[in-house]
């Protein structure tokens, strides 16, 4: 899609005329200092679209609505956290923004462009990594690199020099001539984010990166990624909250298809998460039956929870194995720590801890998933309902990947089982470049 030199992108009905901003200042109204250029006050910083802008966003499979009217930008630099439990339209989100599924309603733009619409050049932009990463096994990782840089249509020197930087990159430098068969499943993650890289895109799309494996990995990957965002916008799609708390900068919630929150995670876990609760972990002795039932009626608490005493442990400590042992988390009002500490003292009990702890995303999440079903239930927010049969936007270009016939949130593509080595792109135009 064209764009003006100081202003917006060309829309399907012709050039969007530039912001009031952009447009030459008069002299009147814009005194400018002694000995500039004439033309140095005429103009305004040109206007940068955002990286990422869907409006309206829906997408339908049959009666189900995956997505729902989304609506969010996304600017430059800013690292981005995809969340929702499984069947929250996630993945269905991530696919129309790359331009794998069309909406059934809404637009997406990446860098100003529409995502149909100028396909080519969206695509060129994105490196994608989705939850199952199509790689070839019996390819070598220096030729998993060659291959995709053939369908970037890059000149060989290019490839070359991209495949080493990438390479060196995501830690695989030695690994270059192993099979993919041989590697594990984080090292496959790692390849797969070097392909994603491959083309140096300003844009970063990684889809459960961290799906299937083990802590050591998890912790590998999350470190990557938090390298990597400090060059480029990234959006990272997950269902394990305190990961995405580790490295995103803002956080947008999806819950039915809907996005049920947007902000920064503190910010979110302040307004919306409360103060925290109390956590109280003690040895309560002939107490030990009584204990819950004590602490409810203590003025100023507004729930209690019992969790297990093993994992109420601080960092490094070794759990405390004792009959009478047990742990609590409270919450209310007033100065809930003074009234329970004085509570203990007065039975005996010996206290291992006694603090507050600040509430996370993972509780934020439960409070607004257990909002939206109420509303829902009470009538209060309009259900997901079916839309009336729509047609795919218009667009030019043919998407890489047909619209399942299921109703059923789309599992990302996987490449044939048993594929012979290419030596020539088979579909410049597809986004497997970036996949």
């Given at each position: 899609?064209?764009?003006g ?6 829309s ?16 009147a109204?814009s005194?400018?200092s ?13 206007w940068?679209?955002?990286?990422i802008?869907?409006t ?5 499979f ?13 600017g ?9 439990p ?12 790359t331009g ?11 860098a ?25 096994g ?8 060659e ?6 249509r890059?000149?060989?020197?290019r490839?070359r ?20 068969d041989n ?11 070097a ?35 400090r ?19 803002r956080?947008?919630?999806?819950h ?21 609760h ?27 929870k019992?969790v ?6 601080n ?97 990302a593509?996987?490449?044939?089982t ?17 996949s």
């Amino acid at each position: 899609m064209a764009t003006g030199p100081h202003g917006p992108p060309a829309s399907c009905c012709g050039t969007v005329s530039p912001p009031l901003a952009c447009l030459p200042r008069s002299p009147a109204s814009s005194p400018r200092s002694p000995g500039s250029p004439r033309w140095a006050w005429q103009l305004d910083p040109p206007w940068i679209p955002p990286v990422i802008d869907a409006t309206d966003l829906t997408k339908c499979f049959g009666p189900l609505v995956a997505v729902n009217g989304l609506s969010f930008e996304i600017g430059r630099g800013e690292v981005v956290g995809l969340l929702g439990p499984n069947g929250a339209g996630k993945t269905t989100t991530l696919r129309m923004l790359t331009g794998y599924l069309p909406p059934s309603r809404g637009a997406v733009t990446i860098a100003g462009l529409d995502v149909l619409r100028s396909s080519l050049e969206v695509r060129r932009r994105i490196g994608y990594l989705p939850e199952s990463v199509p790689l070839y096994g019996e390819l070598r990782v220096g030729e998993m690199l060659e291959f995709h840089g053939q369908l970037h249509r890059m000149d060989r020197s290019r490839r070359r020099e991209r495949s080493a930087f990438v390479l060196e990159r995501v830690g695989l430098t030695e690994r270059r001539t192993q099979r993919i068969d041989n590697l594990s499943k984080g090292l496959r993650q790692r390849v797969g984010l070097a392909v994603a890289l491959l083309a140096d895109p300003e844009l970063l799309i990684l889809d459960e990166p961290t799906s299937g494996l083990d802590p050591l990995q998890r912790m590998e990957v999350r470190d990557l990624i938090r390298e990597l965002a400090r060059e480029r916008t990234v959006l990272v799609s997950s269902h394990i909250l305190p990961e995405v708390e580790a490295v995103c900068d803002r956080v947008l919630i999806l819950h039915r298809g809907r996005l049920a929150a947007d902000g920064r995670p503190a910010d979110l876990v302040r307004e919306l998460g409360g103060t925290g609760h109390l956590s109280l972990t003690a040895e309560l002795g002939p107490d030990t039956g009584q204990a819950a039932e004590l602490l409810r009626k203590l003025p100023g608490v507004a729930s209690l929870k019992v969790v297990d005493a093993s994992q109420a442990a601080n960092a490094g400590e070794e759990p405390i194995n004792h009959p009478s042992l047990r742990s609590f988390e409270l919450t209310g009002e007033g100065e809930l720590a003074a009234v329970v500490g004085e509570l203990a003292r007065d039975r005996s009990w010996v206290i291992h801890q006694l603090a507050w702890q600040r509430a996370t995303l993972e509780e934020l999440f439960a409070s607004i998933a257990l909002d939206m079903n109420e509303a829902l239930l009470d009538g209060m927010a309009p259900a997901v309902a079916p839309l009336a049969p729509l047609a795919p936007t218009a667009h030019t270009e043919p998407t890489a990947h047909t619209e399942p016939t299921t109703p059923t949130e789309p599992t990302a593509p996987t490449e044939p089982t048993t594929p012979t080595a290419p030596t020539t792109p088979t579909d410049p135009d597809a986004p497997g470049a970036d996949s």
